[in-house]
């Protein structure tokens, strides 16, 4: 068995990484940290995680493991990267401190970077599209939830050249409540927070960095939050310059994702679910993608569809490893999610 | 008194016109017909108004009134106009039967029209846009529900001559179930219904021709059915041809709509709710617009936020024959809302 | 006009007394005070009275009025209620400080009583069942939520001697998360919140000792927290001593509440709408009883549901200064809520 | 590997069903029936279940399998019951048709029954409480939701003589709305079903007399609709005839689950979860028990919470094959559950 950490377990991201890695036939869990919870049960936090015996530790005192995940906030795994890859031969990262390529890039988004010399040691994790870049590598950072839902919907139209980055692009974000993490202040209270549609990064949304950096051009991103717990949609407005097809749109799709184990296509057809939605991956790995031809208007609109605390965090971060440590892609990510399901 | 009666007083839509109705200064309601429930209490359906002894009548058999209010499902209403004419002076219709402007556009968005004679004669009413039609008018057509938060969002711009239709415009929507009306089947059922993030319209929404009707150019429309029960939400991005400052798009706001008795700018400030929200105009007949400026993409983003039963349709519906009859603009439309709401 | 302050204006329930209050054709409101939010306006706290121009002010500079109503949290109101009387002929007081009649309870139930030689000056205020005390009373303590819901349901059954006190009495209550009040931690944020069904008070819950004050016997209460923003529902589980027919149980409740604006009995009946639900009284002064026979096991079962922030605070403290005050006792108060409503 | 069946599998439980079979190490599932649905695949109706090659058949061709699940509605197993048991060697059955002992039964709570000659051949499953009937079993009748729910909380202070049967027992339900099935009226449409806290079972509901059967004693079940999908919760309030400590009440529920791989006893602690809630179980076989004594009503109040898809149908169905067939008893049902996790 491969050992794995947990660094930052008490989130909700920490939460369902320890539920996946527990139920993943390659690894064992041996430690997970946290500071607010010290010697607390793993349970005690996340009710549905009660019949694991584990219980926090100091984030001090790191075992020596194969693979450390850290589920520590901006800002801080870049603090403490030099102890986590002391810790573990693989560090897998899922905040925003290593996805970035350069200096700048952090001067223009965030607060900086502590730790500019290991930009370009690090690998971003989106594996549907950079799985290449994986295997054996030891800093990983698995990309950012709706930066993620985005890439997946917009990648197909610029890899068989639906689009070349000439046109406006869209990217309408909708969002659940578990991407604020735990605790919150009154914004995220249930009586405040119930039944929003709030527009919470109406522009200058930090994953628009992530998006712009993989697709090598501008995207125009607003965000709101609505009543889900997970979940992130993407809407994506884009206007190819050349007149395209609903046939040309599914090639490109089904080129892109025909063999990916993790992404559905969803676009059209009977029933209740027709296009992508959130809470039809939801608690899976899945990526739902779809879109429409809107003629009148020589727009193509794409829906993506993910679980952010899955296919947007612990999920991708447990593909990643799976990749870079030759594992079975699909190893500890099978569970297809539920139906019927509301808000989940 | 002004008499008035309610035609299809058992939708929601209905229900609502009925309680504004029966609290308004200068209405009384003496009939509100329903063909399902005919010889039932109004509170029967509506328990918020069981205290009104009302009983449903048959719509064949229409009572003289001053004011009819027909809430019948759109082409109903062309099919029964001439009796709503004969029964009353002044005819408000809330359905898209005399919405737009020519039979080609029914053709084109609907399917035809049985009475293009009379499109000419009746009034579209979004009194904030052009209620200088209204007085004396005695075929009123109320503006949809999804086209009035877009065009609340626009018109300013238009106005003010920030965008002149050259650009691509996407309004990307996001509304509540009441949208659906009463009954429904599957989709709209709650286990399938809650929690969604659904694309119910990706392209070719039917309020598109009014969007565009009134605004006089395209516009890219998306819609999304999110989890709320009233409310619909409109995220306008636009791209100005010209350079625009924070100040110039208050000054167009405020230019269109400081006097306005049912609309806020809200754009920015402190506290939890920054920018529209269909929450914090929830049973109201209050829009909220704001808007925000992404420099970097040369992008102006635009919310607007309604309750789709009030400013929707029921309150717009009163609001209108308020202007047309010489009311006070505001009489029986005074409600602020509640907070806090959840998804009401 | 009456003049009115409102302290403690910021929370919740002062939200709603301002908006009532602000709606009221005898008060004029002139001050509301918050220690947070000072020289901030009412409509920065709460969207839904942005119209409103009044900002908050420091509670230690209380305006003279002639009502002044106290939102503060119990514990505070009887620290500050002589200044509260110096300021204002009339103090409504909804926190729980006034509304137990002895020093022996609040030393059962909570933390003991600063001025206990006040409880005998207090007049308990649910003025369905004890109008009679409120005409002329310069001290009143509105009655709390669950317990207004458990004791509308209840006392008919002891008034017209369907229950003597000898049974069992469970009072299993279902309460929204504004019963919380603003802000809040990890226990109220939306994701923990959402979608619950939380014994938060299996036992022990303080309201038991207002209703067995009332009632004058003994209540099994037990409070879940579920998923609404507003309302309090209570399920009333008796067990009659005597055997008592459906008939018995009309009389016993139409007798009680027949006459009174604010209850509606609903029981049975064709529709959605059978029993008493909170979203059927939500944003309106309200109550809905009902009741359903359990012959096979002597068994009647009450029900009953309030919008906890109206008729379980502050539009139980407004009626209650109506009648205080000689004004029409549904002045303020006719909003009839909403349909289709959500989880308000 | 043991091939299946699913009889019904476009129903909220025949999905689960199919979820939890496709994902189980001994079954090979080979057939899903729908009248309905016909040639459909399973993943046009279940989204989550998209990958899944299967497409519905039709009901009347059977194919031979080792089991045969029927998640059939009330009153159409008993009909179909000899094509089930000729098709296969072990029917495990999902409705109520089979769990009651006799016909009298039937008489009283349902519309009687077709073939009371096999009443006394089947088994009644909650394999809690009565695993040793069910190796070998041919018939088996999967215990109904809301009486599993409320026989796990109470079978302890039975099986410890902490009741005796001679008081009252409350059994106060909060139920999910997939309780009601796909599909449904207005009183299960979005607009209606949201933010409900709505009696639809006062008294008489039917999984009364499964509880009644099962204790040997009367108890007085009231059910409400909440506003969540999945999820059961019972509080059930008893007055034990003797003193009885927490003590007590700890050892009763440990001598009864300690040992049992799908109850947890939640009882007390920190944190957010500390009594059993559905949400801390949903999508998971699990139940949670927990209690609270109250000793100044001498009254102990019991919860318990299940997912009803899953250990209230789905789950407990399979669990019960598990057993009847000498596989491993979790085979199949590992999945712990989401946190966070909001209305699933």
């Given amino acids: 068995m491969t050992t794995a950490s947990v660094v930052g377990g008490s989130g909700f991201t920490g939460g369902e990484l320890l539920r996946l890695l527990s139920g993943h036939p390659e690894f064992d869990v041996v430690q997970a940290t946290s500071r607010s919870y010290e010697n607390k049960t793993v349970g005690s936090v996340h009710p549905n995680l009660r019949g694991m015996g584990l219980r926090f530790s100091d984030p001090a005192d790191l075992e020596s493991v194969d693979v450390l995940f850290s ?146 051009t501008g995207v125009s991103v607003t965000a709101h939050a609505v009543d889900m717990i997970r979940g992130a949609s993407a809407t994506c407005h884009v206007y190819p310059e050349q007149p395209v097809s609903t046939g040309d749109l599914w090639e490109a799709f089904r080129g892109s994702y025909e063999d990916e184990p993790f992404v559905r296509l969803v676009a059209g057809g009977s029933g209740v679910y027709r296009y992508p939605e959130p809470k039809a991956v939801a608690g899976s790995n899945d990526a739902e993608v779809g879109f429409e031809l809107d003629p009148g208007n020589r727009r193509v609109v794409v829906f993506s569809a993910i679980d952010n605390m899955m296919k947007g965090s612990a999920g991708q971060a447990v593909h990643a490893a799976n990749v870079a440590l030759g594992f079975e892609e699909t190893a500890g990510l099978e569970f297809p999610g539920l139906h019927p399901v509301g808000a989940p």
């Fill in 71 to 216: 589920c520590a906030p901006h800002g801080v795994s870049m603090e403490h990267v030099d102890a986590y890859r002391e810790a573990a031969d693989t560090v897998v990262d899922l905040s925003a401190d290593f996805r970035l390529e350069s200096e700048a890039q952090y001067d223009e988004w965030y607060d900086g970077h502590d730790r500019p010399d290991l930009l370009a040691d690090s690998e971003y994790a989106l594996p549907e599209v950079n799985r290449e870049n994986l295997p054996g590598a030891d800093l990983i950072a698995a990309g950012g939830c709706n930066a993620t839902a985005a890439i997946l919907g917009l990648a197909p139209l610029f890899d068989h050249d639906v689009l070349t980055g000439a046109g406006r692009i869209v990217v309408d974000l909708k969002v659940g409540s578990s991407e604020g993490g735990a605790g919150g202040g009154a914004a995220s209270s249930h009586p405040e927070r119930s039944g929003v549609v709030r527009p919470y990064a109406p522009t200058g949304h930090r994953h628009e960095a992530e998006i712009e950096q993989f697709l090598g």
